[in-house]
């Protein structure tokens, strides 16, 4: 969440960037709470104080009638405090929960607007791919070359799964290591992270475990939710945490599976392995001094490009517009690569996103470090996708296909995989 303390006095930049994110937050409502919030907190501090004072009277000399009405005085207070106490936590609840409403200020560049559309296209890497013949979706290709089975995946688990089989499972194995030496290389320490986590640690990432346009899988009466992605239990790995100074940055890279219930995404372009319930991604995380966060963002840009760029794929960078940005993101950068098999003619599809989400994040979680004054400050959180496998899959697939239907393998990926070309077994 944002510095709550900032309300008032940057109601007007808070107001404007709610506006220019589209979303529906109440403002002045939250306001108002948080003064009946302090209201109360007044009351309960008082009446601790007086409760207090009365328990250190009754340590004293004092004949029986005075310690009888000291005592009747201490019952009666420790009612009046336990209903205010009882009152300030509901109000306390309902105010955080507004408060976890409010949006992450915007970088001043991002561009304003509310749809995919409106985002900028800042960088483009090599011309799409022209072939000499119609080429085929990924779906078409990978059932005729039998390397994915959605009918199977349907009967079994339900529309938008899957299977992979045969040389696409080591091509993806492939994929996910290539990534890996990648970012390794850059210095991120490899986790791989448990797939649930408490919801607790989903909120304070930014994410509504519940509700009809949550895209999260909770567990029901557990409290823990599947992860829609790494950045959840990497972001939450170090929760009510203090950081030495030295020790940052912090980098780590996790390979989780990931599960989505993709409330409403539907249509053309969520066909086949583009938009699915679960898939695996290795993702970056960093934590940083907060004077560090905007380089870093481009470092983690920049690793994503390496990755994608080795692949051969024609891909565009994109600066997100602020209503697609979601509460935590200060900026966001994806990377669309070229899909010849999406749409009609082909058509870019997100493949890899990366986030600075300053110290929102940090904020909720309380992960804090001591600046070299003594200080006690929030970090700076950031995450960015190294490779979700089934969108690179799709990618490869539908760039590298040849006319005969076989796959061609990216050369990086050979070594990994040992073969060059997928066919269909016989």
């Excluded at 890996?180 to 791989?192: A, N, R």
């Excluded at 066909?271 to 695996?280: A, E, I, N, P, T």
């Excluded at 870019?348 to 600075?356: D, K, L, R």
């Excluded at 690179?392 to 040849?402: D, L, S």
């Amino acid at each position: 969440m944002i510095d709550i303390r900032e309300l008032r006095s940057r109601y007007d930049e808070i107001k404007k960037n709610i506006s220019d994110r589209y979303m529906n937050v109440d403002l002045d409502r939250i306001i108002a709470d948080q003064d009946a919030r302090s209201a109360l907190l007044q009351e309960v501090e008082a009446l601790r104080a007086r409760r207090n004072e009365n328990a250190a009277k009754m340590k004293g000399r004092m004949d029986g009638e005075t310690r009888q009405a000291l005592i009747a005085e201490g019952k009666a207070l420790k009612e009046e405090l336990a209903e205010k106490e009882a009152e300030f936590n509901r109000i306390d609840a309902v105010f955080q929960a507004e408060a976890r409403t409010i949006p992450n200020y915007a970088h001043p560049d991002a561009p304003v607007g509310k749809e995919d559309k409106d985002s900028l296209a800042i960088r483009f890497h090599l011309e799409p791919k022209k072939f000499p013949f119609k080429p085929k979706d990924h779906v078409q290709l990978g059932e005729e070359l039998d390397v994915l089975d959605f009918d199977s995946g349907a009967k079994v688990a339900g529309q938008k799964f899957y299977y992979i089989k045969n040389q696409l499972v080591i091509l993806q194995m492939a994929l996910e290591r290539y990534a890996m030496d990648i970012v390794l290389k850059h210095g991120f320490t490899p986790f791989i992270t448990p797939d649930i986590a408490k919801e607790e640690i989903l909120q304070g990432i930014g994410f509504n475990p519940r509700g009809e346009e949550s895209n999260i899988y909770t567990l029901e009466g557990t409290g823990t939710c599947l992860v829609g992605t790494a950045e959840i239990t990497l972001g939450g790995y170090y929760q009510n945490t203090i950081l030495d100074k030295s020790d940052l940055p912090i980098r780590m890279t996790g390979l989780s599976h990931c599960f989505r219930r993709e409330a409403g995404g539907a249509g053309q372009y969520s066909k086949g392995l583009y938009r699915v319930h679960q898939f695996s991604k290795l993702e970056m995380f960093i934590y940083c001094l907060p004077e560090d966060s905007d380089r870093f963002h481009q470092e983690i840009l920049s690793i994503e490009e390496e990755i994608f760029s080795g692949l051969g794929l024609a891909y565009r960078v994109v600066d997100t517009a602020t209503g697609d940005l979601g509460a935590p993101a200060y900026r966001k950068f994806d990377i669309e690569a070229w899909m010849p098999g999406r749409g009609d003619g082909g058509e870019y599809g997100e493949v890899t996103s990366t986030s600075n989400c300053t110290d929102y994040q940090a904020r909720s979680l309380n992960i804090r470090y001591r600046d070299d004054d003594g200080k006690i400050r929030f970090v700076h959180m950031l995450n960015g996708t190294a490779v979700a496998l089934s969108r690179a899959i799709v990618a490869i697939m539908e760039n590298y296909q040849n006319e005969d239907g076989t796959i061609s393998v990216p050369e990086v990926l050979v070594p990994y995989t040992g073969f060059d070309l997928i066919t269909r077994r016989s």
